[in-house]
């Protein structure tokens, strides 16, 4: 990969910085809802219509078939213009489902699945974790027995983002018996308005509703649903986790970036309660020079990411390097916010808009699980990136 910006890169940048300056969007509803979920499918199927959606998708299938280089440009052009970044209710399916069948399913299954994705005429959430299986995800009890040219589905998924609203979901199920643990796994897709799937939502302490309970009652999936093959359902699974940390987690980067300008011009304009001003404080801004300074070494870690997808067609364990830091680093750039704003920090409200520094503050100790837990990712890069012994 390139990472020098040519005449034509610079052309691309100012072809979608036109672009967004004209079209975005704006802000989009507090997410969870039906109207957010509109929103993400609108704004998806305009970018579809207009030429500018999957980026770094091939061709074939509806993207613009550009490089990863190209596609980091696009994401800062949306940052900077306040365009939605992490496409919503669109996002599963964006950056789980759809390069997970890229990378692992069959042609058919590509050509089926991958248009109405980018499209935004499907959306997908995502089934993997249970209520004994989240941390420890080889624990799922779900199961799936083969009967003829489907297979049947009975259990309990939990905290399925989205799932009241998706129109297919990313499962995995244990479709034989008896096995244990990371054996006789299978990723297949479930239709979530099928005969038998129940969704209930779980209501958070934030007064949200976007993560829910999904109940499996004999629900019949078609055996040309499973992607990666009928018992290799954990290497599609670490397939998808790999793409969810190596490029999933690129909106929230950026997220992260724009949230570190925010806090800083925050610095600039508020007092501490000793009368000095926040930006003139050796401690705070010794902490945004650090964050700050992560910024910028975790936009050469994505950089290596999508280089290694146009590389093999998937990342590899290194996105868990990026999931730990963004986690970390948004939970440290909030913890900064609070300690600026003092008590005005405590007027918190159930909107993601109302106090958006409150707010960050909360769903930063949630990104630290979300997309696995960051002692899980410590783990990973422990095993499969340094090489050292197994944790016993």
């Not at 802000?27 to 980026?55: C, H, M, N, Y």
């Not at 995502?126 to 420890?136: H, L, M, N, R, V």
């Not at 990313?170 to 018996?177: D, I, K, L, P, S």
């Not at 040309?224 to 290497?235: C, P, R, Y």
């Amino acid at each position: 990969m390139d990472l020098k910006e040519s005449d034509e890169d610079r052309e691309f940048r100012q072809k979608a910085r036109d672009y967004l300056s004209a079209n975005s969007p704006g802000t989009p509803p507090d997410r969870g809802d039906i109207a957010s979920a509109e929103f993400s499918k609108a704004w998806q199927r305009k970018l579809f219509e207009d030429g500018w959606a999957g980026v770094n998708w091939p061709q074939e299938y509806g993207g613009l078939g550009l490089s990863g280089w190209r596609y980091l440009i696009w994401m800062e052009e949306c940052a900077r213009s306040g365009a939605p970044l992490s496409s919503g209710a669109c996002y599963t399916g964006l950056y789980h489902a759809g390069p997970t069948i890229m990378a692992r399913g069959t042609e058919e299954q590509k050509q089926q699945w991958l248009p109405k994705i980018l499209d935004g005429t499907h959306t997908w959430c995502q089934g993997f974790s249970e209520p004994g299986a989240g941390t420890d995800l080889a624990n799922m009890r779900c199961r799936g027995e083969l009967d003829g040219d489907h297979i049947v589905i009975n259990g309990h998924k939990t905290w399925t983002t989205n799932g009241h609203l998706a129109d297919y979901q990313e499962a995995v199920v244990r479709t034989e018996a008896g096995s244990q643990r990371h054996k006789g796994l299978t990723w297949l897709i479930v239709p979530m308005h099928a005969d038998g799937v129940t969704v209930r939502p779980i209501k958070t302490m934030g007064g949200e509703s976007e993560t829910n309970d999904t109940f499996y009652d004999n629900v019949r999936v078609p055996v040309a649903n499973v992607v990666g093959g009928v018992g290799n359902g954990w290497s599609t699974a670490m397939a998808t986790f790999a793409f969810e940390r190596g490029i999933g987690f690129i909106p929230q980067y950026f997220k992260l970036t724009k949230r570190v300008q925010q806090v800083i011009e925050l610095a600039e304009t508020t007092y501490l309660p000793s009368g000095k001003l926040a930006s003139t404080d050796d401690s705070i801004v010794q902490r945004l020079a650090k964050v700050k300074a992560e910024c910028i070494g975790l936009k050469a870690m994505i950089l290596s990411g999508l280089a290694q997808i146009e590389r093999r067609g998937e990342p590899g364990a290194e996105g868990s390097i990026v999931k730990v830091i963004i986690s970390t680093t948004l939970q440290e750039l909030s913890r900064i916010a609070r300690d600026i704003m003092g008590n005005q920090f405590l007027d918190y409200a159930s909107s993601e808009h109302s106090n958006p520094n409150a707010y960050e503050y909360f769903w930063s100790w949630v990104e630290t699980v979300a997309g696995g837990s960051n002692e899980i990712q410590r783990d990973v890069i422990a095993d499969r990136i340094l090489g050292l012994p197994r944790a016993r």
